[in-house]
T-cell receptor, first 115, second 110 residues
């Protein structure tokens, strides 16, 4: 079974803090993604990475950065957390070959509250 | 216009009912289609891929109409455990990104 693990289920941070969200996958997938999910807005792509040290902006990258130093790990960084970044953050990974191409597997999510 | 549109529901149906959800997508270059299921406060999980000829998995049937750019999901003999939000998902050609609809909520009652 594919396993995508996010480091925290719940986080509470203060405005202005630097926040790191970590994600690890064990399926040797090339692609990794960070989304946020808000009521009524669905899943919105923040950043994705298709290889080590490679990254591309998604639909809402402002206020976020990412790091992918190893294939299995993809980190989301909030440089200076703001209250409008309170959300559920979901990490996903996918392979690029065969029938499983494009199928994304998600971590359990991190519910971040910024006070 | 949203890239993937779904009726948000909720659809409230009794156990044993048949229920159908539709989804429309705007990009005719879309190449892959999926239905994901998301339980309350949990992550989305793949329910089934959608193939051009239509496909069935137990009580679930998915259909694709490329000409009209819509996808459907039919659930027969609904169970209480089917209560969840169903996300319509589309992948465009030449990209590994997925476009998610905002979901249709289903509530099955006894």
């Amino acid at each position: 079974d594919v396993k995508v693990t996010q480091s925290s289920r719940y986080l509470v941070k203060r405005t202005g803090e630097k926040v790191f969200l970590e994600c690890v996958q064990d399926m040797d997938h090339e692609n990794m993604f960070w989304y946020r999910q808000d009521p009524g807005l669905g899943l919105r792509l923040i950043y994705f990475s298709y290889d080590v040290k490679m990254k591309e902006k998604g639909d809402i990258p402002e206020g976020y950065s990412v790091s992918r130093e190893k294939k299995e790990r993809f980190s989301l960084i909030l440089e200076s957390a703001s209250t409008n970044q309170t959300s559920m953050y979901l990490c996903a990974s996918s392979g690029i070959q065969g029938l499983a191409k494009n199928i994304q597997y998600f971590g359990a999510g991190t519910r971040l509250s910024v006070l | 216009r949203k890239e993937v549109e779904q009726d948000p529901g909720p659809f409230n149906v009794p156990e044993g009912a048949t229920v159908a959800f539709n989804c429309t997508y705007s990009n005719s270059a879309s190449q892959s289609f999926f239905w994901y299921r998301q339980d309350c406060r949990k992550e989305p999980k793949l329910l089934m891929s959608v193939y051009s000829s239509g496909n069935e998995d137990g009580r679930f049937t998915a259909q694709l109409n490329r000409a009209s750019q819509y996808i459907s999901l039919l659930i027969r003999d609904s169970k209480l455990s089917d209560s969840a939000t169903y996300l319509c998902v589309v992948a465009w050609t030449y990209t590994d990104k997925l476009i998610f609809g905002t979901g249709t909520r289903l509530q099955v009652f006894p």
